[in-house]
Every structure is written in structure tokens, then in C-alpha cells.
């Protein structure tokens, strides 16, 4: 199947190509920085943005959403929207 679009230079704003799907783990970075963030589930998301040092808690996410969040790290303490949270990149 042809990419009508693979010619176009590919930015932050642009949709996302490729998927992974996330383990929260308090001591390990994934292996890419995210572009964006789908939750699954809601809850509670605890994480650590591509240039922070510290953790953030972002409380009452819905499910269901894609949130536009560089993200190096997800926490599995304080973590409860866990199910089905997908790296976009």
C-alpha cells in the first residue's frame, strides 16, 4: 500500500506513525520518549516528562484520551490508569 504522505517531513504535530504498549516501572525509562500518550483506562498517571528530573501526577484522566506528553518514564507507583496505556510515536 502506498504512503501518500511519506515525502511530508514528520514534526510533533503530526500524527503518529508507531505504537507501544507501556509497562509502568518506577525504575526504568522506556525505550523511546514518547510523542504522545493514549490511556486506555482512566485514573491516575504518575510520569516523568522527557526533561524533568521529577515526577508529575496527573490526576483524573479519562479513558479513552490522547494526551500530547513527551514521556521518558511511567511510574508504577500511584499509577492506576494502567490498562491498555499506549506509547505513541
Known sequence: MPDLFAA?????????SRA???TPN???DLADVTRGLHTGSGGTIVLI???????????GVPGGVI??????RVLATGTT????????L
Open 8 to 16: 511530508h517531513s514528520t514534526g510533533l504535530d503530526s500524527p503518529a
Open 20 to 22: 507501544f504498549a507501556i
Open 26 to 28: 518506577d525504575s526504568t
Open 49 to 59: 516528562l522527557n526533561e524533568d528530573t521529577a515526577s508529575v501526577t496527573l490526576s
Open 67 to 72: 494526551l500530547p506528553l513527551r514521556v521518558k
Open 81 to 88: 490508569a494502567s490498562m491498555n496505556l499506549i506509547g505513541l
